[in-house]
């Protein structure tokens, strides 16, 4: 026991230095002013007089929503594909799913920059349709397409691993007792996979929220988010009172949102099936 201990002190000292440390200096600055500690930071945020930020904050989280339920709306029918395909080539597609996922983010978002410009792919196959070009990048369409393909696989994954583990047994029965493939789905499957949509979302959700390259770059600074004036707060404007007051807030709702997924989920863990 001793031995497990002291191998844990590494790690301890690690999450104290780049983890905790740093959260508590944001903390720290969200309060600091020139007199000492103030709320002049949050007062300023939560200005309903002149809500700008609080305007950007909700077109965070509208972004961030709409970008979860079209990743929801996709990743769960692939997810299912999959656990209904034979082991070999299940494992060969979800190794492409993941493949993309090992080149870096901001190349894959300089990627989409080219497709979506009046002079790329997209727009020259419009153009030969007669729909084009449109002017697709510099949108909040561009930039949630942008959230749904670089945090596709966060949803696949998840609901993959609930729905390629559900017994087989518990389709079966529910078959027996003259359920049809629809009421199987919604009474049984559908009710087991729930954790692993519930995670799908929180890892969805929470990236998508708090993103600045993708509204940066297929936004074009016209659909600036959350994540977009915090970064502009500590680099440019050099206010990291404001700047960290916005973190704070952000990492409050963040975590909001993962409690209450969290508690959601420990609902389900035992799978209500409805028969």
């Not at 990743?71 to 299912?80: H, I, K, Q, V």
Request: hydrophobic share 55%.
């Amino acid at each position: 026991m001793r031995k497990f201990k002291y191998a844990s002190l590494p790690f301890a000292a690690y999450a104290l230095i780049f983890i905790l440390a740093p959260l508590l200096l944001i903390v720290f600055y969200s309060f600091a002013g020139p007199g000492g500690l103030t709320l002049e930071h949050y007062k300023a945020f939560f200005n309903f007089e002149d809500p700008v930020y609080l305007q950007v904050l909700w077109r965070s989280i509208k972004v961030a929503a709409v970008s979860t339920l079209l990743c929801l709306a996709l990743g769960y029918p692939m997810a299912y594909i999959l656990s209904k395909m034979r082991p070999g080539l299940r494992d060969t597609m979800v190794f492409l799913f993941v493949l993309p996922m090992w080149m870096n983010f901001l190349l894959r978002t300089y990627a989409w920059m080219t497709l979506l410009e009046r002079t790329g792919l997209i727009n020259s196959l419009l153009g030969k349709l007669g729909l084009g070009p449109l002017d697709l990048m510099y949108t909040q369409g561009a930039v949630v397409l942008g959230n749904v393909y670089n945090f596709l696989p966060f949803m696949i994954l998840p609901i993959y691993n609930v729905l390629v583990k559900i017994d087989s047994s518990v389709v079966e029965a529910a078959q027996d007792l003259g359920a049809n493939r629809s009421v199987v789905f919604r009474k049984v499957i559908f009710p087991l996979s729930l954790p692993g949509v519930i995670s799908g979302v929180s890892m969805t959700f929470m990236p998508a929220v708090s993103t600045f390259i993708i509204s940066r770059l297929l936004g074009g600074g016209q659909q600036a988010l959350i994540g977009d004036i915090i970064e502009n707060q500590f680099k440019v404007v050099g206010n990291w009172g404001l700047g960290s007051a916005m973190s704070v807030v952000l990492m409050a709702l963040i975590l909001a949102a993962m409690n209450v997924a969290r508690k959601y989920e420990d609902e389900n863990a035992g799978g209500n099936v409805l028969l």
